[in-house]
């Protein structure tokens, strides 16, 4: 995410100031800061944040299980070489990684350590923005 903007002497790039100026600010930002920020407020409220690994989350098809790096397509499409699903790779991704954190959420609930509560009285809906 954070490569070079400016191409090659052939193919100059495009958009290389606002591509740099997203690069810096993407690498000034303190992830650490952000993941620690974010599992305090979450305790805060009673919730727990699921870190999912997003190793092949956008080769692999979760209709059949197929991981290659031909099912992708290009920058944005995904299409299985086996079932031949076609998805946005971003989609495709936040999908399996909905999966891999439903996973261990089921993993950590067998072992006991997580009570799940459906959504009712007993649990805070969150708020709607105004």
């Known amino acids: 995410m954070t490569a070079s903007a400016k191409g090659t002497i052939t193919s100059l790039g495009r958009n290389v100031r606002a591509k740099s100026g997203l690069n810096r600010s993407i690498l000034r930002m303190g992830w650490c ?16 944040v699921i870190k999912v690994n997003p190793r092949n989350t956008s080769i692999t098809s979760p209709k059949c299980g197929n991981v290659d ?10 299409r299985s070489t ?3 699903l ?4 971003d989609t495709l991704a936040s999908i399996n ?10 993993a950590l609930c067998s072992k006991g350590e997580v009570t799940l509560l459906s959504w009712g009285e007993d649990e805070k809906l969150p708020r709607s923005a105004p």
């Open 69 to 78: 790096k031909q099912n992708r397509w290009g920058q944005a499409e995904f």
């Open 97 to 106: 990684q909905l999966w891999a954190g439903r996973a261990q959420m089921l």
């Open 82 to 84: 086996k079932c031949s």
């Open 33 to 48: 800061t952000f993941v620690c920020m974010l599992e305090y407020k979450m305790r805060l409220s009673g919730r727990f």
């Open 86 to 89: 076609t998805l946005n790779a």
